[in-house]
């Protein structure tokens, strides 16, 4: 008769798989870095963290980054309209906006945007200048004061997916307020497909070279245009799988390939939670954290010294080499720039829009916020074209996200969809057509009407 095997000897030749991800990123199905005595994304909620034979973290400690809870889409919806101003800040007085509410941090002045009040009543810009007539020459440097480069970035406290309503739950005041900016960022990937641009992206930024993951987005871009009923579940998965690709892939080698991976999975971010399909949207939401790392890492690159970058001399015209050169290194540097900003922007737009809570502020990324508001530069085709707009127009410098020499020294035709996506979601439509019609143009783009 054959001997009863033991359960011991049973669990040495068939032992239980190890568990790898503690019960709370399971529950989530979210990836877990087993860190000891507590995982990254438990400490960052502040909940217990469940791992039998964990292992130490390796690298940093990082502050802990509690979560704010959410309840009810009602009490969202409220919370909402108080929230508002750490993503879009702006003061009648001073006239000094703040697209991304980073500003209000201590390190960075008070919030300028006290309060968004539904029915708004006491909105003004009465107090702000004409604007001036187009100068001979230059960058407005006032403020260039270097940026801190100490920069802590605190890790997306996003929960999981929590958006199974629609925007439609978003209170009115904000929707309206976002529109137009909703409306734009919609079409930006048939814009890139197009056009070979976006917003953020310079039409040359990839003529010479477009990084791999690039090229896949564009694809998935052209894929998109054609989605229709039959075949949107597969074209859907196939950006799911890019993404996941892109994520878990290896970390770019060169600034230009960082820079095409944040656009990249921007691109796919933007096509997943502006899809209208729920499970598409909370796909975006679970790999969003992937996104605002890979737009801090531009950081290094983007350069946000911007006397630093205004040559000494005129740029020549004769011999072209050194013109060039530096409208090439500006293409990069400002696409970079808008990049960082944009993503960020989109991300605190759709926690309001969504009624999650807002990220909070780290106390150093407002110094950053910064971008070229020209769209003559922006614009330009060719580096002689370049040369004539840097020398012959004025073209303003936006720091820490700050808005006020736009609205009283810009013109209208200074801006383009960028700057326009801005300052719609600052001040509304309404006032922003009424601002570019003061400065001689139409927020339309020459049409009388959307």
């Not at 005041?173 to 960022?185: C, E, F, H």
């Not at 859907?236 to 770019?252: D, F, K």
């Not at 890979?294 to 946000?304: E, K, R, V």
């Not at 013109?323 to 759709?350: C, G, P, V």
Request: glycine share 6%; net charge neutral; charged share 20%.
């Amino acid at each position: 008769m054959a001997s009863a095997v033991s359960p011991t000897s049973r669990e040495r030749h068939n032992p239980p798989p190890r568990q790898k991800s503690c019960a709370a990123c399971i529950k989530a199905k979210r990836r877990c870095d087993a860190g000891f005595p507590s995982c990254m994304r438990c400490e960052q909620r502040g909940i217990p963290c469940e791992l039998p034979n964990r292992r130490a973290r390796r690298g940093p400690q990082r502050d802990v980054v509690p979560s704010s809870s959410s309840s009810s889409i009602s009490s969202m919806a409220t919370n909402m309209v108080r929230s508002v101003p750490n993503m879009l800040s702006f003061s009648a007085t001073s006239g000094t906006p703040d697209p991304l509410g980073i500003s209000s941090c201590a390190a960075l002045g008070d919030n300028l945007f006290t309060s968004l009040d539904p029915t708004f009543p006491d909105f003004s810009i009465t107090g702000l200048a004409p604007a001036p007539a187009d100068s001979q020459f230059g960058v407005s440097t006032d403020e260039l004061d270097e940026p801190p480069r100490e920069l802590i970035h605190q890790p997306s406290a996003l929960a999981a997916p929590t958006t199974a309503a629609p925007f439609a739950a978003t209170p009115e005041v904000i929707v309206k307020r976002l529109r137009y900016a909703v409306d734009q960022i919609r079409g930006v990937p048939s814009m890139m497909v197009l056009e070979n641009q976006t917003p953020w992206s310079h039409p040359k930024l990839y003529e010479d070279n477009m990084p791999r993951c690039m090229q896949d987005a564009y694809a998935c871009c052209a894929l998109y245009m054609a989605k229709n009923r039959v075949n949107a579940p597969i074209i859907l998965r196939t950006i799911n799988a890019r993404v996941a690709e892109l994520a878990s892939g290896p970390e770019p080698t060169t600034p230009l390939e960082s820079l095409a991976r944040t656009q990249a999975l921007l691109l796919y971010h933007i096509i997943r939670i502006f899809d209208g399909d729920i499970a598409a949207r909370a796909d975006a939401e679970r790999t969003q954290s992937a996104l605002e790392d890979s737009a801090m890492a531009l950081l290094n690159g983007a350069n946000f010294d911007f006397a630093a970058q205004h040559p000494d001399a005129e740029l020549p015209l004769f011999p072209l080499g050194p013109t060039r050169n530096f409208w090439h290194d500006w293409i990069y540097k400002e696409s970079a720039r808008r990049t960082l900003l944009f993503t960020l922007f989109l991300l605190q737009m759709y926690r309001v829009l969504s009624g999650q809570p807002t990220a909070p502020c780290d106390g150093c990324l407002g110094a950053y916020n910064s971008f070229t508001f020209s769209a003559p530069l922006w614009h330009a085709r060719s580096a002689v074209e370049f040369t004539r707009a840097w020398e012959e127009t004025r073209h303003l410098v936006v720091i820490n996200g700050a808005l006020d020499k736009v609205f009283n020294e810009a013109r209208a035709h200074h801006a383009d969809m960028f700057g326009k996506i801005l300052l719609t979601s600052l001040i509304g439509v309404d006032e922003a057509e009424g601002w570019f019609a003061s400065r001689g143009g139409c927020l339309w783009g020459g049409v009388s009407g959307p």
